[in-house]
């Protein structure tokens, strides 16, 4: 039986109508938004970088070492291989992408074929931060996430920049969800 839509509802009514979700008591925030600094592989890009410099002027080289030019040919060929190992790490930076917020982290993959992950915070079981040595002196980090999630048990986040804020606010945002949702769980001592 369907309803007439200009009739109106009785409050009677009204208070059998269950809603499918309550309102979130905050706004969704985002905490980062981007690719990580170098896809996340900075000494993988720094040396592709420096091979592919050295395939763009290895015709230079070879002319200095040889004493004379290479071939035609091969200079083609060692100058579209340069260009193409260059074009590596701008593939291997724009193929991994986050959006960190106050909810969820969606992982995104791929240049040319997209696949986006979610992983809502309250499945969120611990993480854990790490900074080499390297990643402190360009200002990056990784948060690894383990959860009891399917399909993103564990997620690891590579070249996040200031990586131990946005670790910072997850471990409290964690709880926080946890509470609002009712899945905080109590460690309890023997």
């Known amino acids: 039986m369907s309803r007439d839509p200009n009739e109106s509802v009785t ?37 592709l970088g420096v091979l592919g410099t ?5 015709p230079i080289i070879i002319r200095v070492l040889a ?5 035609g040919w091969m200079a083609i060929a060692l100058e579209v291989a340069g260009v193409i190992v260059w074009l590596v790490p701008l593939f291997i930076t724009k193929a991994v992408r986050y959006r960190i917020t106050n909810y969820r982290i969606d992982y995104e993959r791929g240049v040319v074929s997209k ?10 079981e611990d993480l854990s931060f790490h ?41 409290q945002r964690v709880i926080a969800v946890k509470r609002q949702t009712g899945v905080l769980k109590l460690d309890t001592g023997t």
Not at 67 to 71: A, Y
Not at 115 to 124: A, G, M, Q, R, S
Not at 137 to 153: A, C, E, F, K
């Open 131 to 171: 900074q080499s040595f390297l990643d402190r002196l360009i200002g990056i980090g990784t948060i690894r996430v383990m959860s009891h999630d399917d399909t993103m048990p564990n997620l690891t986040m590579r070249g996040l920049p200031d990586a131990r804020k946005i670790f910072e606010q997850l471990k």
């Open 11 to 47: 409050p009677a009514e009204s208070a059998h109508v269950s809603k499918p979700h309550a309102p979130p008591t905050d706004d969704e925030s985002v905490y980062y938004a981007g690719s990580p600094f170098f896809g996340g592989k900075p000494e993988q890009v720094i040396v």
């Open 115 to 124: 696949n986006i992950n979610t992983l809502e915070l309250w499945h969120v």
């Open 67 to 71: 004493h004379r030019w290479p071939p």
């Open 54 to 58: 050295l395939l763009l002027f290895s």
